[in-house]
T-cell receptor, first 110, second 117 residues
């Protein structure tokens, strides 16, 4: 099955860019997703990318997909304190279920 | 249009008791997914249901856990004879589509946090 890996922790200063990385093993995922989880809350879909795309930009968010290296990244420009949360990458494995990475905790310092 | 609703939000049970977690999907969604999040970990798929059918339960523990999504009413995740290791956040998601090759956003509920004493 799909295996998705993320670094555990990232700390940035307010106004800087944040880059959260994710690697995956199964290249058959048609879509790859980034979710945000704030403390005590559910998951909020931030953005997604279709597997035949290399890049997708959505306001402050840029997703890069390197299919050769099976590497996905999420860049948040002008990071704000409200961006502090846990970020999960996910892919669709066989069937419709999502396979999640372990999450990256982003801390934004004022 | 209300989002995915889960109740209770917090549930405390003693070892050996039963836990029942409820999920009402978004209006118009007929597909429900249950995920479990252990402390400091990502979400792990448990089961995927359509109305009155279990489509994929490959992530469900073989014993004590069951799920249903009846024709009327919410989806229920039932854990019998709970143990401390069942303590986790249980998330439900719903979607309107089935095709694995099409964009199929899953909308997540706020989760039920189960604590087993």
């Amino acid at each position: 099955g799909e295996d998705v890996e993320q670094s555990l922790f990232l700390s940035v200063r307010e106004g800087d860019s944040s880059v959260i990385n994710c690697t995956y093993t199964d290249s058959s995922s048609t879509y790859l997703y980034w979710y945000k989880q704030e403390p005590g809350a559910g998951l909020q879909l931030l953005t997604y990318i279709f597997s035949n795309m290399d890049m997708k930009q959505d306001q402050r968010l840029t997703v890069l997909l390197n299919k050769k290296d099976k590497h996905l990244s999420l860049r948040i420009a002008d990071t704000q304190t409200g961006d502090s949360a846990i970020y999960f990458c996910a892919g669709t494995a066989a069937g419709n279920m999502l396979t999640f990475g372990g999450g990256t905790r982003l801390m934004v310092k004022p | 249009n209300a989002g995915v609703m889960q109740n209770p939000r917090h549930l405390v049970r003693r070892r050996g008791q039963e836990a029942r977690l409820r999920c009402s999907p978004m209006k118009g969604h007929s597909h429900v997914y249950w995920y479990r999040q252990l402390p400091e970990e990502g979400l792990k798929f448990m089961v995927y249901l359509q109305k009155e059918n279990i489509i994929d339960e490959s992530g469900m523990p073989k014993e004590r856990f069951s799920a249903e999504f009846p024709k009327e009413g919410p989806s229920i995740l039932r854990i019998q004879q709970v143990v401390r290791g069942d303590s986790a956040a249980y998330f439900c998601a719903s979607s309107p589509m089935t095709s694995g090759s099409s964009y199929n956003e899953q909308f997540f509920g706020p989760g039920t946090r189960l604590t087993v004493l």
